[in-house]
């Protein structure tokens, strides 16, 4: 039995999020099948997140078991002529046995995309957040600094109730900015559920004067979400990296 490790890209516009489910089609559903026709034999992909509906992925990683002894560059070939548009196989390599894209992750980078414009791109609708005010970026990164580190992270979570350990390491939060696109890089050990979207929708707010900094430490105290910023739209936001060397994470 081999144990391959993939690399897919994929545009969450019409998905109801990776993960297989009853009330909608996802990625894993398609994936699933796609492979399944061309390694001849039904498989179940285990991905390394649960991204939401609408959210998109420049690097996912998921393995797969398969008794089948096609080449690896047959597989992404194979797999990419079955699959849609919207997804696409970029790497594909045999791993060890006990790898495993959850378990063996070390930690995540997230995007979330920025169009800061008073008029909207059609070219970018379902691929990045429209945002019709000045963003302040000094502002803004010094905000995001406060997410930096090992916090509890309760307050910006929105099913904390079901979580009984909040805590995660944020290493980096950095924002970008270049014409009229603006992206917020964040690195940690792994994240809550909206958490990164939540955390970004605070850095909004504050920078629309609706919450200041100096809030930010007492929010992250309290652990309640009510008093943290909105929740970003999520088609704003991109699984970007997945680490599995610890170095490289840090």
Same mark, same amino acid.
């Given at each position: 039995?081999?144990?391959?490790?993939? /690399?897919?890209?994929?545009?969450? /516009?019409?998905y109801h999020g990776y993960q297989r489910q009853n009330n909608g089609i996802t990625i894993q559903e398609v994936v699933e099948r796609c492979a399944g026709k061309i390694l001849n034999e039904p498989v179940t992909i285990?991905?390394?997140?649960? /991204?939401?509906?609408?959210?998109?992925? #420049?690097? $996912?990683?998921?393995?797969v078991a398969t008794n089948s002894t096609i080449r690896t560059q047959g597989f992404i070939r194979g797999v990419n002529g079955e699959l849609p548009d919207d997804i696409s196989i970029l790497t594909c390599e045999d791993a060890d046995p006990d790898f495993h894209a959850r378990f063996s992750c070390k930690g995540k980078e997230y995007c979330y995309l920025l169009h800061v414009s008073e008029s909207k791109n059609p070219f970018m609708t379902d691929l990045a957040c429209h945002y019709r005010r000045k963003?302040? =970026? @000094?502002?803004? %990164?010094?905000?995001? %600094?406060? $997410?930096?580190?090992?916090? @509890?992270?309760?307050a910006f979570c929105s099913n904390?109730?079901? +979580?009984?350990? /909040? *805590? =995660?390491? *944020?290493?980096g939060f950095n +924002?970008? +900015?270049?014409? @009229?696109?603006? %992206?917020?890089? !964040?690195?940690?050990?792994?994240?809550?559920? #909206?958490? !990164?979207? +939540?955390?970004v929708g605070t850095l909004l707010d504050i920078n629309e004067g609706k919450l200041r900094i100096d809030q930010l430490d007492a929010i992250m105290a309290g652990k309640k979400r009510v008093a943290a910023g909105r929740t970003a739209p999520a088609h704003g936001l991109y699984l970007n990296r997945v680490f599995y060397d610890e170095a490289e994470l840090r």
């Open positions: 039995m081999r144990n391959l490790k993939v /690399t897919m890209a994929y545009r969450g /516009t019409k285990h991905g390394c997140s649960r /991204t939401d509906a609408g959210v998109h992925a #420049n690097c $996912f990683v998921f393995n963003l302040n =970026r @000094d502002l803004v %990164q010094e905000a995001a %600094q406060h $997410f930096v580190g090992t916090h @509890d992270f309760r904390s109730a079901e +979580i009984a350990n /909040t *805590v =995660r390491t *944020v290493y +924002i970008e +900015i270049a014409g @009229d696109r603006a %992206q917020m890089l !964040v690195k940690g050990d792994g994240f809550l559920y #909206n958490m !990164v979207r +939540i955390m």
